[in-house]
């Protein structure tokens, strides 16, 4: 059976600080996949998405970049934090049109 | 382009007590339909969905949703809520065909259960 990873699971950051979150799918072959964020107390905002190696569609300008090195690995990063960057970070594959969700990371900037 | 309203931002209802989450959806074809649960803190958990076929479709944990097409709505219901099932629940339409298998999430409606 499918499952992805996300971690870490809690992270607190300064500003200005890099960022570096990743994720990977076990058991499916060229899934697509996903970076979401969710600020408090709103929805989901999809933030990147990658149908395949080294294919990233940006969805929002911001201060976040995404990175698919591998099949089954997808990275979300930043140079340089911003407060406005904390929120809780949900990745997210997809097959058959159905998206199957980790279980997200809690970031703090500071 | 693709959206959807869940109207509801929060809804209280009592255990054992009915419940029904409205979802409305803009879309030009047939859509696909989606309702995700969500628990603090812990990612999206798929409830039901709808691609084709019957309209009335079942899910994990008792509940169902409708899909109406002349309304365009997809409004999820449980005839029995219990205390578990306190949480936020989001309705999503798949963005179309040559979209990257994205999802269109609506605001969320947060559930709270009184006992």
């Known amino acids: 059976s499918q499952t992805i990873h996300q971690w870490p699971a809690t992270l607190v950051q300064p500003v200005g600080s890099p960022l570096s979150l990743e994720c990977t799918v076990e058991?499916?072959?060229?899934?697509?996949l996903y970076w979401y964020r969710q600020a408090a107390g709103r929805g989901l905002q999809l933030l990147f998405y990658?149908?395949?190696?080294?294919?990233i569609s940006s969805e929002v300008p911001q201060n976040l970049s995404a990175s698919r090195p591998q099949d089954r690995q997808f990275i979300l990063s930043s140079k340089k934090l911003l407060l406005s960057d904390s929120g809780f970070y949900l990745c997210?594959?997809?097959?058959?049109?159905?998206?199957?969700f980790g279980a997200g990371t809690r970031l703090s900037v500071l | 382009a693709q959206s959807v309203t869940q109207p509801d931002i929060h809804i209280t209802v009592s255990e054992g007590a009915s419940l029904e989450l409205r979802c409305n959806y803009s879309y030009g074809a047939t859509p696909y339909l989606f309702w995700y649960v969500q628990s603090p803190g812990q990612g999206l958990q798929l409830l039901l969905k709808?691609?084709?076929?019957?309209?009335l479709v079942q899910g994990i944990k008792g509940f169902e949703a409708e899909f109406k097409r002349s309304q365009s709505s997809f409004n999820l219901r449980k005839p029995s809520v219990h205390w578990s099932d306190a949480a936020e629940y989001f309705c999503?339409?798949?963005?179309?065909?040559?979209?990257?298998?994205?999802?269109?999430f609506g605001q969320g409606t947060e559930l709270s259960v009184k006992p």
């Open positions: 997210a594959w997809g097959g058959q049109g159905i998206q199957y």
């Open positions: 999503a339409v798949g963005a179309g065909r040559n979209q990257g298998g994205k999802l269109i």
């Open positions: 058991g499916t072959s060229n899934p697509n």
């Open positions: 709808y691609f084709s076929g019957d309209t």
């Open positions: 990658s149908v395949g190696i080294g294919q």
